[in-house]
């Protein structure tokens, strides 16, 4: 019995030293797997060909950037959206073939920021494509230009009131080296009142930021023309008309309480007396590709009204005669009680090109009364040697002469039965 307790005691031991020697093996594995893994951690990367490239093109880069900044801005992809394949394009740009967006990446095009180390330049984007349109309204001004004015207006439905913001004038081309303007406005037919800005000390290009209001009702408001006269002040303090802006509201949408910010060339103001039946100033435009001669009525002065009231309406009839012979008439809509109306209304008429030297234009200035027949102003005719002479003869000249181009011109309005 001896002999089998020290065999059982011997096995025993044997399988308690076994599994000793299992467990300190296992542990001692553990701890050599640790250690291999903090040396992957911590040893040193070692410097490819491709990384000693793109450290030398970053130090490069950086320099150049020192001195002068590129206009372009890089387009970067960002390390984590790197794949493997890439295909080189112009101008050293990268694209990248269908592959595992995540794939670590392989040797390629580095980007020079520090920030952005490891990510990849793939093309550059040009802001210039991408700003706003520049306002040239400050800038580009034609030849022969006299000054530029900017306004706003607005309507209170509520209160009937125009409200108007004069906001500055560019540009002014004045009769002495020094300038000092100020503006009035009117608000037509109305011309006996007006509001006035304070006036502007040596300067070509006044800011004015100033609020007018006008009281209209809403049946009114488009029959009315608003007029501003840009002045200027001379040293004896008297004063001298630069310009003027003419400006309907008929063909603005004022309702709903909206703000139309606007702006407009100043024109010269016809200084010689109207003539006996009053004038009338539109513009010619004939395009030789399209076989259409366009008239734009623009204003009438000096009419001789048959009855001083605001009842009166005045319009004028187009009318496109060949060989004398009616052809087509257009009507403007008609401006209630003024003898100076503004129409600013384009019409177009059918004319072949062979047609223009038979063809003819006729501008009648009618009144409305009530209870009579229509009663007519004035008249002027303009066209070929054929029908007419001087000015009238001229305009259709040069609107022949400057094919697409309107000419505009005031014409002297003669009485006809």
């Not at 040009?126 to 706003?152: A, C, H, M, Q, V």
């Not at 024109?267 to 109207?274: A, R, V």
Request: hydrophobic share 35%; charged share 25%; aromatic share 10%.
């Amino acid at each position: 019995t001896e002999q089998a307790v020290a065999v059982a005691g011997g096995i025993i031991g044997g399988i308690l030293l076994f599994v000793l020697i299992g467990i300190t093996a296992y542990l001692l594995w553990k701890k050599f797997c640790r250690l291999l893994s903090y040396e992957k951690l911590t040893s040193p990367v070692k410097t490819t060909k491709a990384n000693a490239i793109f450290q030398d093109q970053s130090t490069s880069e950086i320099q150049l950037r020192s001195t002068s900044r590129s206009r372009s801005v890089p387009f970067i992809i960002p390390p984590t959206l790197h794949g493997r394949d890439w295909i080189n394009l112009t101008n050293e740009e990268q694209v990248q073939e269908d592959s595992d967006p995540y794939m670590i990446p392989q040797d390629g095009p580095r980007s020079s920021f520090h920030s952005l180390a490891g990510a990849y330049v793939v093309g550059t984007i040009n802001p210039e494509l991408y700003k706003f349109p520049e306002d040239k309204s400050e800038t580009d001004f034609p030849e022969g230009n006299i000054g530029r004015l900017w306004f706003s207006i607005e309507y209170e439905q509520e209160s009937e009131r125009l409200l108007v913001s004069l906001i500055k004038v560019r540009k002014l081309q004045p009769p002495a080296d020094s300038c000092s303007p100020f503006v009035k406005i009117y608000l037509l037919p109305d011309e006996r009142s007006y509001l006035q800005s304070k006036t502007k000390c040596r300067t070509l290009n006044p800011q004015f930021d100033e609020n007018f209001v006008f009281q209209v009702s809403s049946k009114m408001l488009l029959q009315r023309t608003l007029k501003f006269l840009v002045y200027h002040v001379d040293k004896q303090k008297k004063h001298h008309l630069l310009g003027q802006v003419i400006f309907p509201l008929k063909n603005e949408t004022l309702t709903g309480d909206n703000k139309l910010v606007i702006w407009r060339d100043l024109e010269k103001e016809n200084l010689e007396p109207p003539s006996e039946y009053g004038d009338i100033q539109f513009s010619l435009s004939y395009n030789d590709y399209l076989g259409r001669l366009t008239v734009v009525v623009l204003r009438a002065r000096g009419l001789k009204l048959q009855e001083e009231s605001h009842a009166v309406s005045v319009y004028v009839k187009v009318s496109l005669m060949n060989h004398n012979k009616f052809i087509k008439s257009k009507k403007t809509a008609a401006v209630l009680g003024s003898p100076n109306p503004v129409y600013n209304e384009t019409f177009s008429f059918k004319a072949d090109q062979t047609e223009l030297d038979t063809a003819s234009l006729s501008l009648s200035v009618l009144q409305n009364i009530k209870g009579e027949k229509t009663h007519q102003l004035g008249r002027v005719v303009v066209g070929p040697f054929m029908y007419t002479r001087g000015k009238e003869l001229e305009h259709w000249n040069e609107m022949i002469s400057k094919p697409k181009e309107l000419v505009k011109r005031w014409h002297t309005l003669c009485h006809s039965t």
